[in-house]
C-alpha cells in the first residue's frame, strides 16, 4: 500500500540504452542416450529451471574434443555450466543443483529418508550404471564379442535391481521414498528405462520397480527428458 511519501531512494533509468540483465542460461553438454544425462535433465525440469542443450556424440568420440575435455578431463557426459562454474558427473550436478537452486528439493530432511535416497542412487550409479557404459562395453565385445557384452550388462543391472527391489520391499508410497518426487527417483527411472529398452530387462519380476517405472511414465519432468524426446536422438 502506497504511504503518499515521496522516496529519494534512485530509480530505474528505463530510457534508450538501459537494457535489463537477462540470467546466465544454464548449459548442459550431453548424450541423449545417456542415462547420467537423463538424470540431470529430470532434475532441471523438476525445479524448472531452462537450459542450453549442448549435444556430445559419444558414438563418434565428441567426448574427446579438446573444448569438451577442457569441462570434463576424464571426458564422460553430462557436464554443466553455470556461468563461471562447470560442474561434470551428475552426482555431483545434481548436488550443485540442490544447494544452488533449491526449489522442488531433492534431499529430504529426515536423515534416516536422506540417507536412503543416497543409498539408492549410490546403488544406480556406482554398482550399475558404470558396468554398461561404452567404455566397459567396448572393451568386452573387443575381447570377446557383443552378445558377451549384452550378457554381462544383464547379469550386473539384474544384480542391482535385485539389490534394490530388497531396499524397497514394501514401498507403498507413489515414489520410491515418499510421495514427491526425490534423489532416488531421479537415479531409478533412467537404470529402469536403459534397462527396459537397451537391455530387455524383465521387470516382472521386480514389482516395485516395476511400479514406480508406471509412476514416473505418467510425470511431465520425466516424459520430457526421455532419450527418444532429444534433439540429438536419431529421427527413426
Same mark, same amino acid.
Not at 576424464?74 to 540442490?98: C, H, N, Q, R
Not at 535391481?161 to 515418499?178: D, H, I, P, V
Not at 528405462?193 to 520397480?209: A, N
Given at each position: 500500500? =502506497? *504511504?503518499?511519501?515521496? *522516496?529519494?531512494?534512485?530509480?530505474?533509468?528505463?530510457?534508450?540504452?538501459?537494457?535489463?540483465?537477462?540470467?546466465?542460461?544454464?548449459?548442459?553438454?550431453?548424450?541423449?542416450? *545417456? *542415462?547420467?544425462?537423463?538424470?540431470?535433465?529430470?532434475?532441471?525440469?523438476?525445479?524448472?529451471?531452462?537450459?542450453?542443450?549442448?549435444?556430445? $556424440?559419444?558414438?563418434? $568420440?565428441?567426448?574427446?574434443?579438446?573444448?569438451?575435455?577442457?569441462?570434463?578431463?576424464?571426458?564422460?557426459?553430462?557436464?554443466?555450466?553455470?556461468?563461471?562454474?562447470?560442474?561434470?558427473?551428475?552426482?555431483?550436478?545434481?548436488?550443485?543443483?540442490?544447494?544452488?537452486?533449491?526449489?522442488?528439493?531433492?534431499?529430504?530432511?529426515?536423515?534416516?529418508?536422506?540417507?536412503?535416497?543416497?543409498?539408492? =542412487?549410490?546403488?544406480?550409479?556406482?554398482?550399475?550404471?558404470? #558396468?554398461?557404459?561404452?567404455?566397459?562395453? $567396448?572393451?568386452?565385445?573387443?575381447? #570377446?564379442?557383443?552378445?558377451? =557384452?549384452?550378457?554381462?550388462?544383464?547379469?550386473?543391472? $539384474?544384480?542391482?535391481?535385485?539389490?534394490?527391489?530388497?531396499?524397497?520391499?514394501?514401498?507403498?508410497?507413489?515414489?520410491?521414498?515418499?510421495?514427491?518426487?526425490?534423489? =532416488?527417483?531421479?537415479?531409478?527411472?533412467?537404470?529402469?528405462?536403459?534397462?527396459?529398452?537397451?537391455?530387455?530387462?524383465?521387470?516382472?519380476?521386480?514389482?516395485?520397480?516395476?511400479?514406480?517405472?508406471?509412476?514416473?511414465?505418467?510425470?511431465?519432468?520425466?516424459?520430457?527428458? #526421455?532419450?527418444?524426446?532429444?534433439?540429438?536422438?536419431?529421427?527413426?
Amino acid at each position: 500500500m =502506497a *504511504s503518499g511519501c515521496s *522516496s529519494n531512494a534512485p530509480q530505474a533509468i528505463t530510457g534508450a540504452g538501459a537494457v535489463p540483465e537477462a540470467p546466465v542460461k544454464l548449459k548442459l553438454y550431453c548424450f541423449w542416450r *545417456s *542415462s547420467c544425462s537423463q538424470r540431470v535433465r529430470i532434475a532441471l525440469n523438476l525445479k524448472g529451471l531452462e537450459y542450453e542443450y549442448k549435444p556430445v $556424440n559419444l558414438l563418434t $568420440n565428441e567426448q574427446s574434443d579438446p573444448e569438451f575435455e577442457r569441462l570434463n578431463p576424464i571426458k564422460y557426459v553430462p557436464a554443466l555450466v553455470d556461468g563461471d562454474t562447470v560442474i561434470a558427473d551428475s552426482f555431483a550436478i545434481l548436488l550443485y543443483l540442490e544447494d544452488v537452486y533449491p526449489q522442488h528439493p531433492l534431499l529430504p530432511q529426515d536423515p534416516q529418508k536422506r540417507a536412503l535416497n543416497i543409498q539408492i =542412487a549410490s546403488i544406480v550409479g556406482s554398482s550399475i550404471q558404470p #558396468l554398461q557404459n561404452y567404455p566397459a562395453l $567396448n572393451f568386452i565385445e573387443e575381447k #570377446l564379442d557383443s552378445n558377451e =557384452a549384452i550378457k554381462w550388462t544383464q547379469h550386473h543391472i $539384474n544384480r542391482g535391481f535385485t539389490a534394490l527391489e530388497k531396499l524397497l520391499k514394501g514401498c507403498n508410497t507413489t515414489y520410491a521414498t515418499g510421495n514427491e518426487i526425490q534423489l =532416488a527417483d531421479v537415479f531409478l527411472e533412467p537404470q529402469i528405462y536403459g534397462g527396459i529398452k537397451r537391455f530387455g530387462i524383465d521387470m516382472s519380476i521386480y514389482p516395485v520397480l516395476a511400479r514406480l517405472h508406471e509412476a514416473y511414465m505418467e510425470h511431465p519432468a520425466f516424459l520430457a527428458a #526421455l532419450p527418444e524426446k532429444q534433439p540429438d536422438a536419431p529421427s527413426s
